[in-house]
Nanobody
Framework: QVQLVESGGGLVQPGGSLRLSCAASGSIFSISAMSWYRQAPGKQRVLVATITSGGTTNYADSVKGRFTISRDNAKNTVYLQMNSLKPEDTAVYYC???????????????WGQGTQVTVSA
């Protein structure tokens, strides 16, 4: 099995910054893409940013130029640096990893438990 543990959420004022981390552990052979999603109250979960194993990134238009996704392959960890935060960034942020485990050659999608980010004065 694989576990994803997120950290770094919290309360921040508009214009502030936060850095989220998500560490994957367990029976991991390799990790393909790693992503961050978010879900605001009453809304669907949406993709925020993705990074491939080779470092190619993709961002939602709403966060381009403000958020940066990165990963440390040696640590099986993905980060989300969030700058110039706005109240509309308030949501629960979820980490996702597409993993090939040591016991199964198939790629399986795993999710973290989520971390709350609140942007408010």
């Amino acid at each position: 099995q694989v576990q994803l543990v997120e950290s770094g959420g919290g309360l921040v004022q508009p214009g502030g910054s936060l850095r989220l981390s998500c560490a994957a552990s367990g029976s991991i052979f390799s990790i393909s893409a790693m992503s961050w999603y978010r879900q605001a109250p009453g809304k669907q979960r949406v993709l925020v940013a993705t990074i491939t194993s080779g470092g190619t990134t993709n961002y939602a238009d709403s966060v381009k130029g403000r958020f940066t996704i990165s990963r440390d392959n040696a640590k099986n960890t993905v980060y989300l640096q969030m700058n110039s935060l706005k109240p509309e960034d308030t949501a629960v942020y979820y980490c996702q990893a597409i993993v090939r485990t040591r016991v199964d050659v198939r790629l399986v999608t795993y999710w973290g438990q989520g971390t709350q980010v609140t942007v408010s004065a």
